[in-house]
């Protein structure tokens, strides 16, 4: 089971602007963000794991871009329209080179990537041996060596696919990671042992944030862990739930308040760092209630039951991943793709569909979901709210 989380990071520091009290943001000019980078797990992963291991397979990608593209999706993730919003080109993979221009950012994002090391095998449990301390030192041997050729180019046109040195302290460093850190300890802990890692797994992500900052990152947008208890791969695991397993929308309890204190935790962090690093400009999506909102009022925004799954077949004893074939009670199963994708909000149980992931970033980027309220856009300036 392969989950995911996110943050962005980077202005340029004399562009950093500080607004003392209740300013909404709206009336601050736009940023000029030349490029994005990001750390994550499947959830903004657009081709790394599938390049370090095996590609994705049909029906993948159906949508968008009619072939698998190593995202975990029929079509684009929310990385990919804020990308858009934002007027560059899709992020290309760090691990998947052939082909790919730099210029405007890079994705070190990993499918099945953890916030902390799980020392577990990708092969037995899904999990990503690129945890994001790994990914953020992908990132400074990236920047490291782009420059170096980029320095050492003598035509424009050696330098095309690399990115600008100047830009990496203008650009937007994005996060999206914790899910799969909750998974794990569904997986291995009880929950208080749980509850008693988040500090733990709050404070590595912090970490990863200062150490961004070192380098020169200095627009952070971080987005917090989704609602995982909502995840049909939870729900299709409880056959009669006790009273008080699931919530008013039917999701997993337990599991959706482990996700909600993670949340508490890396907002209390956000705003600390925000009194330590004076020079940076973070800003805290709030992911959770953003895609919590969408299972509420699935059917009222043109989607069917939410926890309809579209791709692969689960029930409390089987698992048949999208685009694989297995025996369920002597009969093969192939876990195809829906007839309408753009009506589901859960491509293969894990994973939102390409038009629940437009939703959510729809609902994002306009700073709706964010603390200060500030458009992506403008994520550059240092809100301070009075």
Request: charged share 20%; aromatic share 10%; with cysteine.
């Amino acid at each position: 089971m392969k989950f995911l989380t996110t943050v962005l990071v980077g202005c340029f520091l004399p562009s950093i602007l500080v607004v003392e009290g209740n300013n909404d943001g709206m009336d601050l000019p736009s940023c000029d963000f030349p490029a994005v980078y990001n750390f994550g797990d499947s959830n903004s992963d657009t081709g790394g794991i599938a390049a370090a291991f095996f590609p994705t397979i049909e029906p993948f990608g159906e949508t968008y871009f009619h072939r698998p593209t190593g995202r975990a999706s029929d079509g684009r993730l929310i990385i990919d329209f804020i990308a858009e919003h934002l007027g560059i080109p899709h992020l290309s993979a760090y691990l998947d080179s052939v082909g790919t221009s730099y210029r405007h950012g890079a994705n070190f994002a990993t499918g099945g990537a953890t916030i902390r090391r799980q020392y577990e095998s990708w092969f037995e449990n899904g999990v990503s041996p690129f945890p994001l301390d790994i990914q953020v030192e992908h990132y400074t041997q990236f920047k490291a060596r782009t420059s170096y050729f980029y320095n050492q180019a003598k035509e424009e046109t050696d330098r095309a696919r690399l990115p600008v040195p100047e830009h990496f302290s203008k650009a937007l460093y994005t996060m999206d990671i914790g899910q799969n850190d909750l998974a794990a300890g569904f997986r291995k802990m009880n929950m208080e042992q749980l509850h008693a890692a988040i500090p733990d797994i709050v404070n590595q992500l912090t970490a990863q944030v200062r150490d961004l900052h070192n380098k020169g990152a200095r627009n952070f947008l971080i987005h917090n862990t989704a609602p995982i208890g909502c995840l049909p791969v939870s729900t299709t695991k409880i056959r009669d739930p006790k009273p008080g397993e699931l919530d008013e929308q039917g999701c997993v309890k337990a599991q959706n308040e482990a996700a909600m204190e993670f949340n508490r935790q890396l907002k209390d962090s956000v705003v600390k760092l925000r009194a330590e690093l004076s020079q940076a400009a973070l800003t805290y999506v709030d992911m959770y209630h953003a895609k919590y909102e969408l299972i509420k009022r699935a059917k009222n925004q043109g989607f069917e039951d939410p926890f309809k799954i579209c791709c692969g077949y689960h029930d409390t004893r089987n698992d048949v991943w999208c685009g694989h074939r297995a025996k369920i009670n002597d009969t093969e199963v192939y876990a195809g793709s829906c007839e309408k994708p753009s009506a589901a909000v859960s491509w293969d149980g894990v994973h939102y569909s390409e038009a629940a992931n437009n939703w959510v970033a729809s609902q994002i980027v306009n700073g709706t979901w964010s603390d200060p309220p500030i458009p992506i856009t403008k994520a550059c300036h240092r809100l301070t709210l009075g």
